[in-house]
């Protein structure tokens, strides 16, 4: 009956489909099943009596080769080191802290993204910490890009929006240039010369026309935008864009 | 020794932070941990010996009197169930199988996101499979939020694309109307009454300043979207709308 229980829970301790890590109260690796292995790539033979940072290859035991885990400048910061402590120390069982370690393999580096668990265990009056381990990289990466895509989306359509809000103010003058002439023409024809009718008709003519073409553009560059158009790169000579630009500014002033 | 095995054991296997629950042969909960009690809301004397749907209080089992977990028309597609039997039938442990289950407590229903895992133990000359779960639910919920939310913030952004594109072809109209009664006068001027060109001067003008108004309408509309105006509701009377939009629309024509 003994032995079938711990034969029972010897098996479920190993084929558990996460990582369970036992440490003693240095934080040193005392039992380690399937999953951990995995995790950290390495036996139990290999980790057996080594700290948290150095079975997990953490960056910062590699600063010099004096650089021992927990002995960093960053290590104060160490949630592993941390959850470790607060449950050994006070008997805080720890629940699922996210933590991020940079792992550093051969010429790799590379972040691990865990949920730690802690808690404290009594074997035979010496005090252990069972640390559970869950591997959250491909779900944090997946979430990080989401949200980096939610950013790129509401720049893009704040730039759009600042951008239809500039349009809009731009369009105005020249509507308010056309009705002024118009008007002026209206209501005191007989007061102009040939010539000045003729300039203010012209006027009216010029701001319509290059407002037009700046509409054309516009709605090119609408349709560029909402993929309808490809874009189609030729080689222009800058002077003939700044005159086109100067002359319909000139017509708007 | 085998003393402090075994409860170094059943110590790891109480205070591992995920899910472990033994089940035999016929999927019937023989042994779970602290953290698979507290998944299921229920203790081992309480769950010993159900189905893993009737633990879990899936909704499948609340169908009518007579349903059992696994014989529900649903049953067929339940990861749990197909995880549990691929592995106890052929032997293949399955790994952090996505698993949504619709559970029901008291009158709520709600879906729990869960990672299973099971693997196949031999204990005793009788076969048993350890199922690990994960339970992501907080983190399948805020993934799907900002998957809607970039879904959301695509459609406002196709909205608008359309919205410009329309808009930008639209202004297109009044510029051409006015270039057109414009050149008329400026070419040929002569040949007209004094009534023609006091209506084509009038013309410009309607066109030039509904098109101003349209174009004032948008810059409000615009600043609303950027957030830096508040909408001001009033009561409006529909026919001067609609008389407004019709002599826009005529002088356009």
Known sequence: ??????????????????????????????????????????????????????????????????????????????????????????????????????????????????????????????????????????????HNELKEREKQLEELLATKNKFFSIISHDLKNPFATIAGFAKLLLEDYSSFTDEERESFLQMIINSSENTYKLLENLLLWSKVQVGKMNSNLENVYISDIIYEAISQLRAMA
Chains 1, 2 share one sequence.
Not at 55 to 78: L, M, P, Q, S, W
């Open 1 to 142: 009956m003994q032995q079938k229980l711990n034969d029972e829970l010897s098996q479920v301790f190993e084929n558990a489909a996460v990582a369970l890590i036992l440490v003693n109260k240095e934080g040193r690796i005392k039992l380690i099943n399937k999953a951990g292995e995995d995790l950290l790539g390495q036996g139990l033979v290999d980790v057996y009596g080594k700290l948290a940072g150095e079975a997990f290859r953490c960056v910062n035991t590699f600063i010099n080769k004096y650089t021992v885990c927990g002995e960093a400048e960053d290590c104060t910061h160490c949630p592993l080191r941390n959850s470790f402590e607060a449950t050994y120390n006070s008997g805080f069982n720890q629940y699922k802290v996210q933590s991020d370690l940079e792992i550093k393999d051969k010429d790799k580096t590379y972040t691990l993204h865990l949920l730690i668990s802690t808690a404290i265990l009594n074997i035979a009056s010496s005090k252990y910490v069972l640390v559970t381990i869950e591997d959250i990289t491909k779900e944090r990466e997946l």
